[in-house]
């Protein structure tokens, strides 16, 4: 059952931590709310990391592996700017961009190596870059559309991901 959870948790919780982002950034959810999220984040992230290493060793789960444990340590300078009085923009931002980015080399390197459906890789890195530029021209508008793209951009990529592998 638990492997089951590792493998079906991440095509559900990649579009509902990007819808949360989203509705933090319009300040639909306060920023305690987005300080617990991280810590819940941070603690499955080491987990999966951890219980899922015997099966990540090799190929593009390797990769996804080390995009999973690199992850980690990016969400947790997210609970450390968040948790600071005042809250650390600069870390906040590491987690931010630092997932736009992540995921982006993941889907080159799977783009690399499937034969079918290379488009959705291709379409979750455009989706991540695009994002992150979108997101860091500071508008409200371009910065909810930068979350929108890499948001799809990424449930695309994961999706795909969990099915074929």
Do not use: K
């Not at 919780?13 to 306060?30: D, G, Y």
């Not at 593009?60 to 999973?68: C, D, N, Q, S």
């Amino acid at each position: 059952m638990f492997r089951r959870a590792r493998e079906l948790g991440p095509p559900v919780l990649v579009p509902l931590a990007w819808l949360f982002v989203t509705a933090a950034h319009l300040e639909i959810v306060t920023e305690h709310t987005l300080f617990i999220a991280h810590i819940v984040m941070t603690v499955l992230l080491i987990g999966f990391a951890a219980t899922g290493y015997p099966d990540m060793r090799d190929g593009v789960l390797r990769t996804w592996w080390r995009i999973i444990a690199a992850g980690s340590a990016v969400t947790l300078c997210g609970v450390v700017g968040l948790g600071l009085e005042p809250a650390n923009p600069a870390l906040a931002a590491v987690t931010l961009y630092g997932w736009m980015l992540l995921p982006a080399v993941g889907f080159v390197d799977t783009g690399r190596r499937v034969n079918e459906g290379t488009w959705i890789y291709a379409a979750g890195t455009a989706g991540c870059l695009l994002g992150a530029v979108l997101y860091a021209v500071g508008s409200q508008g371009t910065a909810v559309g930068g979350l929108v793209l890499v948001g799809l951009g990424q449930t695309a990529g994961i999706f795909d991901a969990a099915l074929r592998y």
